[in-house]
């Protein structure tokens, strides 16, 4: 699984994914984790930039499949955002699916369900706030509808998991 990813630029993918509890993974690379989570500023002004390598990194992450290491830089995102934003709403709906999305495929679809409707729930409250700026907040219009067709199966699979760029506009 190891290549380049485009939306972020220079920076190399995880050597493997990282699922906990399964016997067969080796623990997860965090030597390329710790680099792309240099790149997250103590603080981020106003807003986090859309295209914010680090931001973007965590996305392409969970759109190639290494959704344990999405969390875990989409968290540093979030910790960086400006306190009571929009974006960190949206960080917060990305690290639940990222995390629903490590559920399924530890087959776990009860939990990740439940982790699907709590990123739901943090669409909807955005969509509640005022919207129009440059913000990485102002970029998933179609994550909700996404996540809604998801929920509507009667079950979900491993192969249901969700990406988050598909649903972009940037």
Not at 23 to 46: C, H, K, M, S
Not at 80 to 100: F, H, S, V
Not at 150 to 161: G, S, Y
């Amino acid at each position: 699984m190891t290549t380049q990813s485009r939306a972020a630029g220079h920076l190399p993918l995880p050597r493997w994914a990282y699922v906990p509890g399964d016997p067969g993974t080796a623990n997860a690379d965090y030597e390329t984790l710790r680099q792309i989570a240099a790149l997250v500023p103590p603080r981020f002004g106003g807003y986090v930039p859309a295209r914010h390598p680090a931001l973007r990194y965590g996305i392409t992450l969970n759109d190639h499949g290494y959704f344990w290491e999405a969390q875990e830089i989409l968290e540093a995102v979030w910790a960086a955002a400006p306190q009571g934003g929009r974006e960190r709403i949206l960080l917060r709906a990305c690290i639940l699916i990222a995390t629903a999305n490590l559920r399924l495929r530890m087959q776990k679809p009860h939990v990740a369900a439940r982790m699907l409707g709590e990123a739901l729930g943090e669409l909807e409250a955005l969509g509640l706030r005022h919207a129009g700026g440059d913000g990485f907040a102002d970029c998933f219009p179609a994550l909700a509808a996404v996540i809604k067709d998801k929920l509507e199966r009667p079950q979900l699979a491993k192969t249901d998991w969700v990406t988050i760029a598909a649903a972009s506009r940037t």
